[in-house]
Nanobody, 127 residues
Framework: QVHVVESGGGSVQAGGSLRLSCTISGRTVNDYTMGWFRQAPGSERQFVAAISSSAGTTYDQDSVKGRFTISRDNAENTVYLQMGGLKPEDTAVYYC????????????????????WGRGSQVTVSS
């Protein structure tokens, strides 16, 4: 059975950094478009960033512009979300998602476009 597994969440003060990791058991992340979404308490899950199987990257510019970076290490079969300049409003459960192959720029931001989801990793930023 295929599983998406996130790790690296935690608590940090405002201005700090965290790195989230995501891998797919038994699969090669290079073959997938990998996305990060987050859900704050009382809010809907929202798109954060994605990296396609061709290594193109897409970000939600309004919320994470210049602060978050998504990357992929093929040797480690892992996708990372490096988060810097964290703010209390970044507090959420962060989910990694995967969809085999490429996606259009429109679909890449949609939850429904992804086939596989991790259980989520809590990120808490205190002021």
């Amino acid at each position: 059975q295929v599983h998406v597994v996130e790790s690296g969440g935690g608590s940090v003060q405002a201005g700090g950094s965290l790195r989230l990791s995501c891998t797919i058991s038994g699969r090669t992340v290079n073959d997938y478009t990998m996305g990060w979404f987050r859900q704050a308490p009382g809010s809907e899950r929202q798109f954060v960033a994605a990296i396609s199987s061709s290594a193109g990257t897409t970000y939600d510019q309004d919320s994470v512009k210049g602060r978050f970076t998504i990357s992929r290490d093929n040797a480690e079969n892992t996708v990372y979300l490096q988060m810097g300049g964290l703010k209390p409003e970044d507090t959420a459960v962060y989910y990694c998602a995967a969809k085999w192959g490429l996606m259009s720029n429109q679909l890449i931001r949609r939850e429904s476009a992804y086939q596989l989801w991790g259980r989520g990793s809590q990120v808490t930023v205190s002021s």
